[in-house]
């Protein structure tokens, strides 16, 4: 008496036999989805939980030609069975994770917006001055050109014509996160955060006393916070020595009383995506001129402005009928110009006064160049010897 299909498929799964070939032959696609779940769950009684090619094979010893022609590839196969999910199981389930995942952005993201204006100290008068700066990217920043700027706070806060100073982007690099290649023996994340804290924001808040200080998030804030949200092991090893500070605490926001200004959504799925969110995060002074880290920003509102990130002076000269001729700034950096990554050499480096006229939104600006020397205000500085910069 011939055996049915059922028995030559239950005698290949629990003992190997052969399907013979003029049986295979003539198996329809349901039948090879009846055998393979059959063989797929013997592998799980058994604890296995992968089903191969290779076992179907030698189990089953069918061709590969009897099962190709229904299914084109044994993944396929796989998921016309359920073993496996299909492609568009695949994308919804990663969908799903991808947005729960992405949970604590958007809480992240609700929270930083409410850190715009936490410590808002609206200057008094018809004539404003800032004094505004980006790109210092923490130990990387040029001691000479901080020292002026420092300096010419001091001064301008001393005259009683400081209004605030604006630190427009990338205050921190933090390039084990970036990328470039760094070494990981040469990780100083902690360093870098705790530079930035003590020779950078202290000595300015020192110097602008009580006056408003205002951090516009750069790229590097960006990629900062997204990190500290991730928490992940990585992560968590770079920064082991500062693990109890959360996103403001490593920011210094609290302790050096500075607003940040950061409207990207953390969300955002690709390299590409998060260059345009950074592009979001700006702030408009007097209804005057408009501060952001990039130069997307002079096409925001048709204002005066500056912008950092590109660490090399350019001006602008804009008109319309409104605000009629007008310039716009990109600043260079405060980062040193001996960069061993990139050709910094080609870089400038340089601050900004902004004067605004309240009444008429009047600016005029009053950019510093910093080479060896600079001149704020008819006083010169002289770089000392241990300033090192490139000449």
Request: net charge positive.
């Amino acid at each position: 008496m011939s055996k049915t299909k059922t028995e030559y498929f239950n005698d290949a799964i629990k003992s190997g036999k052969k399907i013979p070939d003029k049986i295979a032959s003539k198996l329809t696609e349901q039948d090879f989805i009846t055998l393979i779940k059959g063989l797929w769950q013997f592998r799980q009684d058994d604890g296995c939980t992968t089903l191969s090619r290779g076992y179907f094979r030698t189990r089953t010893q069918i061709k590969d030609s009897h099962w190709e022609k229904y299914f084109g590839t044994f993944p396929a196969f796989q998921r016309a069975a359920n073993i496996t999910p299909t492609r568009g199981q695949k994308k919804l389930a990663n969908d799903i994770a991808k947005h729960k995942d992405a949970d604590i952005y958007r809480k992240m993201n609700a929270e930083r917006a409410t850190w715009a204006d936490k410590f808002s100290r609206p200057a008094k008068g018809r004539i404003k001055t800032y004094v505004a700066a980006s790109d210092f990217h923490d130990k990387e920043c040029d001691p000479f050109c901080l020292r002026v700027f420092v300096d010419t706070i001091s001064r301008i806060k001393k005259a009683g014509q400081l209004a605030g100073v604006i630190l427009a982007g990338d205050i921190f690099d933090l390039p084990e996160f970036g990328r470039f290649p760094v070494d990981p023996r040469t990780w100083d994340a902690a360093g870098r955060i705790k530079f930035v804290h003590e020779k950078i924001l202290k000595p300015v808040r020192k110097a602008a006393g009580d006056a408003q200080i205002d951090m516009i998030e750069g790229n590097h804030e960006l990629r900062l916070v997204k990190h500290m949200c991730n928490a992940d092991a990585a992560t968590m090893s770079i920064l082991s020595e500062v693990h109890n500070m959360g996103v403001r605490e490593m920011l210094g926001l609290d302790k050096f009383e500075i607003n940040y200004i950061g409207k990207a959504d953390l969300t955002a799925w690709n390299k590409g995506d998060e260059n345009n969110q950074v592009a979001r995060s700006f702030k408009i002074y007097d209804d005057a001129f408009l501060v952001h880290h990039e130069p997307q920003g002079r096409n925001i509102a048709g204002m005066p402005g500056i912008n950092g990130h590109h660490h090399h002076h350019l001006v602008w000269h804009d008109y319309n009928v409104n605000r009629r001729s007008y310039e716009w700034h990109q600043l260079g950096g405060m980062h040193y110009r001996d960069a061993s990554y990139c050709d910094g050499e080609k870089w400038s480096n340089g601050f900004i006064i902004i004067h605004v006229d309240t009444e008429t939104k009047d600016v005029v600006f009053n950019y510093t160049d910093v080479r060896d020397f600079a001149e704020v205000g008819g006083k010169f500085y002289t770089r000392k010897a241990n300033e090192h910069n490139l000449h």
